[in-house]
């Protein structure tokens, strides 16, 4: 039997042998104990008024079992949809409980902690936590000493040949997104579960560049979005900050003609007012768009000095690959499944807009910023920093756990789940009632009803939110739906307040051009005589 089932069937036993006890059919209490096969401690400590272990809470533990339970059966309920949450999705769901049972009984509302969900997972074997598509170890690791020693020797050279102050030294580079494909991240799944777990993904893996560049301080310069196509759609600027730019190529990747924009109109633009000596150093890597004749032209007449890094090593030196752009990717992932959730199955450019907003501001926080240059050796200068970690230890390989064995010995009365259940669990009660004394396991049956009823309130708070969700993202995409598009044509990137300002000059030249066509359609052309083809009769009054 299950453990679950045990303890079950144990505090049947000892349910009898207390109202035994009770009704002086038993006079001494290591008697009942005896008959009934319990413990004698235990037996003895229910009589003096200690609540069962399945009725209670221990002290450490936030949620009671019912609220343990509700969660456990949304965790799986997810898991066999395709839809498996993530650790922080649980961590939600248990505070979302918390709050509206500190709703019903006016107290203030209390949170789980951070390793509130291992726990969690501990105390129910039919869940664990894995990675949901197979971490990547294909990345060479080959780093060699003396070429990143090179490097910061370099750096420090730079730095002091120009005397360039640590306020002005950026590093900038391109990260590539797929707009509907969710990213690896921790997930909670049925314990049965074997092999990779997927997420279902939203559809759309059409591939969408976004450039940025940091501070050594912690700010940021504006991003560039980069979409696959050849025109601009005006609702792509409705929405988005004034100073972002975005700009299309053939297939969403970065060109060097839009290289050469974004440093001219973007990096250069925003960056100029803020330069506290005379030369800016921007760090970057060596990507074709970044070493054309153009982009180094335009940086020795601006006094901005190029720095190219090794090749193969952006993890180690590059302060956005180390300390960026790994939160940016989940912190974005996390949205794309948030609105997976809630019900949009195609992730497109409005959207990713939208999510990426939000990303952003998460993930290239003045900290992320810092931590990044610090711990790539340069912000404070300390290459130590780097050639300590060249030696990369390996990943363990999370173990899976045995699958829990179930069967089922003797009938044990179960909660019942459906109306069904809960009509049938009724008729056992009247039956039970009805041929036996007072010594039948009815209290337990009670309390089995009661917890019925909890656990639909319990589900009612979960798919209110999954509602809640739900509707605000359809409310999104009827706005979507709602808005009129209009292409504009421009051989360069556009930034948010331009591209806004020339959707308005087509909205009233389209606006203009209706008017007039309403006003033709108002002006009706005289009949004439299809005899003699003139005006002011018809064929039956003709002459």
Same mark, same amino acid.
């Given at each position: 039997?299950?453990?679950?089932?045990?303890?079950?069937?144990?505090?049947?036993?000892?349910?009898?042998?207390?109202?035994?006890?009770?009704?002086?059919?038993?006079?001494?209490?290591?008697?009942?104990?005896?008959?009934?096969?319990?413990?004698?401690?235990?037996?003895?400590?229910?009589?003096?008024?200690?609540?069962?272990?399945?009725?209670?809470?221990?002290?450490?533990?936030?949620?009671?079992?019912?609220?343990?339970?509700?969660?456990?059966?949304?965790?799986?309920?997810?898991?066999?949809?395709?839809?498996?949450?993530?650790?922080?999705?649980?961590?939600?769901?248990?505070?979302?409980?918390?709050?509206?049972?500190?709703?019903?009984?006016?107290?203030?509302?209390?949170?789980?902690?951070?390793?509130?969900?291992?726990? @969690?997972?501990?105390?129910?074997?039919?869940?664990?936590?894995?990675?949901?598509?197979?971490?990547?170890?294909?990345?060479?690791?080959?780093?060699?000493?003396?070429? %990143?020693?090179?490097?910061?020797?370099?750096?420090?050279?730079?730095?002091?040949?120009?005397?360039?102050?640590?306020?002005?030294?950026?590093?900038?580079?391109?990260?590539?997104?797929?707009?509907?494909?969710?990213?690896?991240?921790?997930?909670?799944? *049925?314990?049965?579960?074997?092999?990779?777990?997927?997420?279902?993904?939203?559809?759309?893996?059409?591939?969408?560049?976004?450039?940025?560049?940091?501070?050594? *301080?912690?700010?940021?310069?504006?991003?560039?979005?980069?979409?696959?196509?050849?025109?601009?759609?005006?609702?792509?600027?409705?929405?988005?900050?004034?100073?972002?730019?975005?700009?299309?190529?053939?297939?969403?990747?970065?060109?060097?003609?839009?290289?050469?924009?974004?440093?001219?109109?973007?990096?250069?633009?925003?960056?100029?007012?803020?330069?506290?000596?005379?030369?800016?150093?921007?760090?970057?890597?060596?990507?074709?768009?970044?070493?054309?004749?153009?982009?180094?032209?335009?940086?020795?007449?601006?006094?901005?000095?190029?720095?190219?890094?090794?090749?193969?090593?952006?993890?180690?030196?590059?302060?956005?690959?180390?300390?960026? @752009?790994?939160?940016?990717?989940?912190?974005?992932?996390?949205?794309?499944? &948030?609105?997976?959730?809630?019900? %949009?199955?195609?992730?497109?450019?409005?959207?990713?807009?939208?999510?990426?907003?939000?990303?952003?501001?998460?993930?290239?926080?003045?900290?992320?910023?810092?931590?990044?240059?610090?711990?790539?050796?340069?912000?404070?200068?300390?290459?130590?920093?780097?050639?300590?970690?060249?030696?990369?230890?390996?990943?363990?390989?999370?173990?899976?756990?045995?699958?829990?064995?179930?069967?089922?010995?003797?009938?044990?009365?179960?909660?019942?789940?459906?109306? %069904?259940?809960?009509?049938?669990?009724?008729?056992?009660?009247?039956?039970?009632?009805?041929?036996?004394?007072?010594?039948?396991?009815?209290?337990? &049956?009670?309390?089995?009803?009661?917890?019925?009823?909890?656990?639909?309130?319990?589900?009612?708070?979960?798919?209110?939110?999954?509602?809640?969700?739900?509707?605000?993202?359809?409310?999104?995409?009827?706005?979507?739906?709602?808005?009129?598009?209009?292409?504009?044509?421009?051989?360069?990137?556009?930034?948010?307040?331009?591209?806004?300002?020339?959707?308005?000059?087509?909205?009233?030249?389209?606006?203009?051009?209706?008017?007039?066509?309403?006003?033709?359609?108002?002006?009706?052309?005289?009949?004439?005589? *299809?005899?003699?083809?003139?005006?002011?009769?018809?064929?039956?009054?003709?002459?």
């Amino acid at each position: 039997a299950t453990m679950a089932g045990n303890d079950q069937s144990k505090e049947g036993r000892i349910e009898l042998a207390v109202q035994a006890y009770k009704n002086t059919k038993i006079a001494s209490i290591r008697g009942a104990a005896r008959l009934y096969d319990v413990p004698y401690s235990t037996f003895r400590a229910r009589l003096g008024g200690r609540a069962s272990r399945l009725n209670s809470t221990t002290p450490t533990r936030k949620l009671t079992d019912r609220e343990e339970e509700v969660l456990l059966e949304w965790v799986l309920s997810m898991d066999k949809r395709g839809l498996p949450p993530r650790v922080a999705g649980v961590r939600r769901m248990a505070d979302l409980l918390l709050a509206k049972r500190a709703e019903s009984s006016s107290q203030p509302p209390i949170q789980v902690g951070d390793k509130w969900v291992r726990n @969690f997972i501990t105390r129910h074997p039919e869940l664990k936590s894995k990675y949901s598509r197979r971490y990547d170890h294909q990345r060479a690791k080959m780093e060699d000493p003396e070429i %990143i020693t090179k490097w910061f020797e370099l750096v420090r050279n730079t730095i002091q040949s120009y005397g360039i102050a640590e306020e002005d030294i950026y590093n900038f580079d391109e990260t590539g997104f797929q707009m509907g494909v969710i990213g690896t991240s921790k997930i909670v799944t *049925s314990a049965e579960r074997y092999g990779k777990a997927f997420l279902k993904q939203p559809g759309n893996r059409e591939w969408v560049t976004v450039v940025e560049a940091v501070n050594s *301080s912690g700010w940021t310069v504006p991003p560039m979005v980069i979409f696959k196509g050849k025109v601009f759609q005006s609702p792509w600027f409705r929405d988005i900050p004034e100073d972002w730019t975005i700009g299309v190529s053939t297939n969403g990747w970065i060109t060097n003609d839009l290289g050469r924009q974004w440093l001219q109109e973007v990096f250069d633009k925003y960056t100029r007012d803020r330069t506290k000596g005379k030369y800016r150093l921007l760090i970057l890597d060596g990507h074709g768009s970044h070493v054309t004749s153009e982009f180094d032209q335009y940086c020795t007449e601006n006094f901005i000095i190029p720095l190219y890094m090794p090749a193969h090593s952006s993890h180690l030196l590059q302060p956005l690959d180390v300390g960026c @752009f790994a939160p940016l990717k989940r912190s974005y992932g996390s949205q794309d499944e &948030a609105s997976t959730r809630a019900g %949009i199955n195609h992730i497109d450019k409005l959207d990713f807009l939208r999510l990426y907003q939000i990303a952003r501001q998460e993930a290239l926080s003045m900290p992320n910023i810092q931590s990044g240059f610090r711990a790539t050796g340069l912000i404070p200068f300390d290459p130590s920093r780097v050639l300590s970690n060249l030696t990369i230890s390996g990943i363990e390989t999370p173990t899976q756990s045995s699958q829990p064995q179930s069967s089922q010995e003797t009938w044990v009365p179960e909660t019942p789940r459906t109306i %069904i259940q809960l009509q049938r669990q009724t008729e056992r009660i009247k039956k039970h009632l009805s041929r036996v004394g007072p010594t039948s396991p009815t209290s337990v &049956a009670i309390d089995q009803i009661k917890k019925c009823a909890e656990l639909a309130l319990y589900q009612a708070e979960i798919l209110t939110d999954q509602l809640t969700q739900m509707q605000a993202s359809a409310q999104h995409q009827k706005r979507k739906r709602q808005t009129d598009k209009s292409f504009i044509t421009s051989s360069t990137i556009l930034t948010g307040t331009e591209g806004r300002g020339r959707a308005s000059c087509q909205e009233d030249v389209v606006e203009g051009e209706s008017a007039e066509g309403r006003a033709v359609e108002k002006t009706r052309t005289p009949r004439r005589c *299809s005899r003699c083809n003139q005006s002011g009769h018809t064929s039956r009054t003709c002459k």
